[in-house]
């Protein structure tokens, strides 16, 4: 059935959004083959473009996973919601080295059969086959008897984090825990396993070179997904009429925190079920003018994105993009990461400016504008992480309580959990852009819970 | 200066995605090839939002960086959808679904948006079957039904295949295939 409906032009990348008369009626994208800047026109503009993890450098998104199409939409004028709510996914293969450029997401349905372990002993360093099992903590089988290694990922995250902080770590790197399948083993036998996991564990092997069926798994927590995103209304309309997002793209569903297996949903959800009603709303109520891509908003949008590539281009300078991003990766991942603190916080806000400043005098960008050019998007990409990032630090700064993946060290109940602030806190908050330089407007929808009542959340 | 609203609808959470349905204008039928939108985005979001546009005769232009919807992100996903189905008769429901979403994202989201999540979600895998898709990249595997990991309710997890597949809903984009012309 190929109706012709949907033309699909692929190796476009958007840099920017097309607003004309206060509707949002087009983008402009590069043709990444050609180099050519090209404008795509309609009466609506619905952003399907994932979430912005690889702000903080690593994470286990795709290396070109990027957040410059909500950024562009930011500076004209739609809200940014939540966006210091980000998920570190406790189950990711650990980094082996400093120039690695992703990590690798072990399924968390690893946790149904897996047994998470450290050393009782500080320090402990012999191999995992060696600790008798009388010296083992399954730590999260003796903090959370009821949920044990299936609690939720922000929790099972910042244990382990607090496992190797504590100095319990293993592997070369100190910075992992074991991930066991031994007792799994023993109680179905290889078979079911294989079955069941056959190939993460093909792949755990081939990225490790350690066998999974005979020794423990290593893992740590990682970037892994983004909560925050474009502030939406319940039409997933952002406050740019005629702009909508779905998908990871936008703020709407998971709070502050989310649950497995509901990303999927999530996006389709919106793609099938809800966004074809409420469009079809606003292209019945609203006017339109009409509008050529030679008319004035398209070729002053056109105008900024060829301004901005030329200044990237010009810089000439001597250190690739990608050092800049590994650098603002550190400050975000060791500030701005899962326990964050008004200290940290405070010196990320002072640092990222720095590391932009440096990246706009010395960012080198090789080749031409006009051709197809790698350096080029990524360069356009981190210029965009670094002023995210900003933002992401500033909205952590500002909420002072600990809620899902956002941890405020200084809000957090006696046994070390996420100690919420419902009285001052309960609200999106979502960022609005004020010009460059300038700190952003924040405005707070609040939340009411008719239904369900909050309380401390308790995966004991 | 501006001013957000949230237009959640009024009345109980049960019945307030059906009557805002209701509510919305509809664009006449005839009217829909008059209108085009601009998607940018290839994976499960925009190309099920692609597809579902596209179906309803509107104009789709479809934008992505990659070569190929097939390399996005959420096509890749190892995990799988929830869905309160039930078929084991351990207790899910939607009701749930939106209990255990409010409260694992710590009461930071919307209960009416996570209602409406919970409500729609129990169609997706009908959709994607009635579509044509099959799961997984082979197609004798549609979906099995799985433990869920941390939420309450062990078997609401539907996997695309009984192994945790690093390939398990390829096929989704192949739906906006159907209608796609490539540039």
């Not at chain 1, 281009?313 to 701005?336: C, I, Q, Y």
């Not at chain 2, 008059?34 to 509107?58: D, H, M, P, Q, W």
Request: glycine content about 8%; hydrophobic content about 35%.
């Amino acid at each position: 059935m190929d109706a012709g409906k949907v033309k699909f032009f692929p190796r476009r990348e958007m840099l920017d959004l097309v607003v004309a008369d206060g509707q949002a009626r087009g983008i402009v994208a590069r043709n990444m083959v050609t180099g050519a800047l090209e404008t795509y026109q309609g009466h609506a503009v619905v952003l399907a473009t994932g979430g912005y993890g690889n702000t903080w450098y690593l994470s286990t998104m795709a290396k070109a996973s990027n957040a410059t199409a909500v950024w562009r939409a930011y500076k004209r004028g739609a809200c940014f919601g939540n966006p210091c709510f980000a998920q570190i996914h406790p189950t990711c293969i650990p980094q082996s080295g400093a120039y690695q450029s992703k990590l690798t997401l072990m399924s968390e349905s690893l946790r149904n059969d897996g047994r998470i372990w450290v050393p009782k002993k500080k320090g402990d360093t012999r191999p995992p086959q060696d600790i008798p099992e009388n010296e083992r903590d399954y730590y999260l089988e003796r903090l959370y008897p009821s949920f044990g290694n299936l609690v939720p990922r922000d929790v099972a995250s910042r244990r382990a984090k607090e496992m190797c902080d504590n100095g319990y770590g293993v592997g070369p790197t100190k910075l992992a825990v074991y991930l066991d399948f031994g007792d799994a083993i023993k109680r179905n036998g290889r078979h079911w396993i294989e079955e069941k996991y056959g190939n993460l564990f093909d792949m755990y092997h081939e990225i490790t070179n350690e066998d999974p069926y005979r020794l423990p798994m290593r893992i740590y927590p990682a970037i892994h997904y983004t909560m925050g995103g474009l502030w939406v209304d319940y039409n997933l309309m952002s406050n740019v009429p005629g702009l909508y997002v779905i998908g990871e793209a936008n703020f709407s569903d998971h709070g502050a925190n989310r649950l497995g297996a509901s990303a999927l949903m999530q996006g389709l959800a919106d793609g099938y079920f809800i966004l074809p009603y409420t469009i079809g709303d606003y292209l019945a109520t609203e006017t339109f003018q009409s509008l050529k891509e030679t008319d004035e908003p398209f070729q002053r949008t056109t105008k900024d994105v060829t301004e901005r590539i030329g200044r990237l281009l010009s810089v000439r300078g001597k250190t690739p993009a990608d050092d800049f991003h590994r650098e603002l990766g550190k400050v975000m991942w060791d500030n701005v990461g899962m326990g964050r603190n008004k200290k940290g916080l405070e010196a990320a806000l002072k640092e990222i400016p720095k590391i932009r400043n440096a990246f706009w005098k010395d960012v080198k960008v090789v080749g031409t504008a006009d051709s197809l050019n790698s350096e080029l998007e990524r360069a356009g990409r981190v210029a965009d992480f670094l002023e995210l990032s900003e933002l992401i630090a500033r909205d952590a700064l500002h909420r002072q309580e600990s809620c899902g993946g956002h941890f405020r060290v200084e809000s957090q109940t006696e046994e070390g959990e996420a100690k919420r602030d419902d009285r001052n806190f309960t609200y999106v908050a979502a960022w609005e852009y004020a010009g460059d330089g300038k700190v952003p407007k924040l405005h707070k929808e609040p939340l009411k819970f008719d239904y369900v009542k909050p309380s401390q959340r308790s995966y004991k | 200066m501006t001013k957000l609203n949230s237009k959640i609808p009024v009345g109980p959470i049960e019945k307030q995605w059906d009557s805002h349905r209701f509510n919305l204008k509809l664009v006449n039928a005839a009217n829909k090839r008059k209108y085009t939108i601009v998607i940018v985005g290839t994976g499960l979001a925009g190309s099920s939002a692609a597809a579902s546009l596209a179906e309803l005769g509107y104009n789709v232009l479809l934008v992505s960086y990659h070569e190929s919807p097939r390399r996005a992100h959420s096509i890749a996903a190892q995990g799988g959808i929830n869905a309160p189905k039930n078929y084991s008769n351990d207790g899910d429901s939607i009701y749930r679904l939106f209990y255990d979403t409010v409260k694992g994202g710590d009461y930071r989201a919307r209960e009416s948006n996570v209602y409406r999540l919970a409500q729609v979600s129990g169609n997706i895998i009908d959709q994607c079957v009635a579509q044509g898709v099959p799961f997984l990249a082979s197609t004798e595997a549609c979906w099995t039904i799985g433990p869920s990991g941390e939420h309450r309710c062990p078997e609401r997890f539907t996997h695309a295949d009984k192994r945790d597949s690093n390939c398990s809903l390829v096929p989704i984009p192949h739906s906006a295939g159907r209608w796609m012309r490539e540039r």
